[in-house]
C-alpha cells in the first residue's frame, strides 16, 4: 500500500538518510527505532506525501507521489491516518468534534453521529466526549489522536511516538488499540524509543522492528 524504493532525503546541504526501501502491505505491524535526529518523523512524513524525496520513489497505493497532484494526494491521504507527536487539538472544541474534523473536511460531517458514538466508546472516551482538549489527561489526549486518525477508517496508521508522555499503563491500552486495528487487516507503523512497548507488542503481534541508522534502514537486533 505504501512503497519506498531506494529512498534518500536530504536538507540544509546534508543527507538524513539514502538507498532506503520500506514496504507497508495490509496486516503488516512496523517498529521504526532509532536515536534522536535519524530521521523517524521524516520517514513517516514521506510515507503520507508531507516531503517528497530527493532521490528514489515512494508510492501510495500503487501511484508515484511526483505523478500525483495535489487532489490525489489528498485523496490518498484519507486511507493513511496519522498521530501525530504534538497532538494538536482545536481548544474550543469538545473532544468529539474534535475527533470528527476529518470527517467535517471530507463533506461527511453530521451523517454518522452513531459510528462517532461507537469511535469514542471502542478508545474508551465516551463519558469525555463534551470536554474541551485542556481537561484531557495525556493518555486521553492520546487515545483521542488515535480515534481522529482512524476516523475515516484508513488502510494504514502511522504513529509517531504515540506513548512518549503517558505512563505505562496508558501505553499498555493504546498498544492494545494498535494491535486490534493491525488484527483486522490495517498495515500499521509506530515510530518510538520506547523498547519496553516493542517487547510487550511482540508478545502480541507478529511485529518488525527497524532501526535508523547511519542514514540506513536496518533490522533490529534479536535482543529487542
Not at 517498529?31 to 535519524?38: D, H, K, M, N, V
Not at 486518525?149 to 511516538?161: F, K, M, N, T, Y
Amino acid at each position: 500500500m505504501i512503497e519506498l524504493d531506494r529512498v534518500a532525503y536530504s536538507y540544509g546541504g546534508g543527507e538524513l538518510f539514502s538507498d532506503l526501501s520500506l514496504a507497508l502491505g495490509p496486516g503488516t505491524f512496523h517498529f521504526l527505532t532509532g536515536p534522536s535526529g535519524a530521521g523517524k518523523t521524516t520517514l513517516l512524513k514521506l510515507c503520507y506525501a508531507e516531503l517528497r524525496p530527493t532521490a528514489g520513489q515512494v508510492r501510495l497505493f500503487g501511484e508515484e507521489v511526483r505523478a500525483m497532484d495535489r487532489d490525489r494526494v489528498a485523496l490518498a491521504r484519507r486511507r493513511i491516518g496519522v498521530v501525530h507527536q504534538d497532538c494538536q487539538f482545536l481548544d474550543h472544541l469538545p473532544l468529539k468534534e474534535n475527533v470528527a474534523l476529518p470527517l467535517t473536511v471530507s463533506g461527511r460531517g453530521g451523517a454518522e453521529d452513531e459510528d462517532l458514538a461507537a469511535l469514542l466508546s471502542w478508545v474508551g472516551l465516551s463519558r469525555q466526549a463534551e470536554q474541551l482538549p485542556p481537561e484531557l489527561s495525556g493518555g486521553e489526549r492520546q487515545r483521542a489522536a488515535l480515534a481522529r486518525a482512524i476516523i475515516l477508517s484508513p488502510d494504514v496508521i502511522l504513529a509517531d511516538e504515540p506513548t512518549g508522555n503517558i505512563d505505562w499503563e496508558m501505553s499498555q491500552r493504546l498498544l492494545a488499540l494498535l494491535v486490534e486495528l493491525n488484527r483486522m487487516g490495517k498495515a500499521v507503523l509506530v515510530a518510538t524509543h520506547d523498547l519496553q512497548l516493542i517487547r510487550a507488542a511482540k508478545a502480541q503481534v507478529q511485529a518488525r522492528v527497524l532501526r535508523l541508522k547511519d542514514r540506513r534502514l536496518v533490522a533490529a537486533g534479536a535482543d529487542l
